[in-house]
């Protein structure tokens, strides 16, 4: 059944709405809906298992909690990181280190390291432990940073990683040794 509006009429007592007994037979019916859609058409069941992930501005708690992640996670300061934990189901706030380099260098685990010349060689963690997480940021329009993954995977691969795009931020977070640093 598709939802019933009530007649009003134009102007109050024109004769042109809905009866009483019209207008509480479709409020009734829309209740009725209600109540067959969300329970056994007597009860209404507060439990969301009969409602349908993404309908009715309903969301699981997974993408709810992903999506306020994000959404705190687009108007952050430079340095500051929001990611979700699922497995203690948790909303983690990590504050970096901040770093501009001209030079090749080491990162440590919490690290966002600028990169200020063309050409450098940024190598990510020795030994890194799960979860370590490190962010490295194209300060220009350079093409040629190579990534060095000191002897991790990265996305899996057994291969270093080249950036080859100016002006970009890569956030890195280390999963574990068989994908090794995953980009996030």
């Known amino acids: 059944m598709a939802y ?4 009003t009429g134009i102007t109050p007592n024109d004769n042109n709405g809905d009866s009483l ?4 037979v479709k409020v009734n019916s829309n209740f009725q809906e209600i109540y ?4 056994d058409a007597g009860t209404i069941d507060l439990n969301t298992g009969k409602v349908s992930e993404g309908v009715n501005l309903y969301y699981t708690n997974e993408r709810a909690q992903d999506a306020v992640g994000s959404a705190i996670n687009s108007g952050i300061q430079t340095g500051i990181s929001v990611t979700y934990d699922d497995t203690n189901d948790k909303i983690d706030f990590s504050t970096y280190n901040i770093t501009t ?3 090749s260098k080491t990162l440590t685990n919490l690290e966002y390291c600028t ?3 063309d050409g450098l060689t940024i190598t990510l963690p020795s030994s890194p432990s799960v979860g370590d997480k490190v962010m ?3 300060g220009g329009d350079y093409t040629n940073t190579t990534i060095s993954r000191n002897g991790s995977n990265i996305m ?3 291969e270093d990683m080249v950036i080859d795009s100016g002006y970009v931020t890569l956030s890195l977070i280390y999963i574990n040794s068989t994908l090794g640093w995953r980009i996030s």
């Open 156 to 158: 899996g691969i057994e």
């Open 136 to 138: 490295i940021g194209i």
């Open 101 to 103: 380099t001209s030079t």
């Open 21 to 24: 007994l019209i207008g509480a």
């Open 36 to 39: 067959n859609a969300l329970g």
């Open 4 to 7: 019933q509006g009530i007649g």
């Open 115 to 117: 990169v200020t010349v």
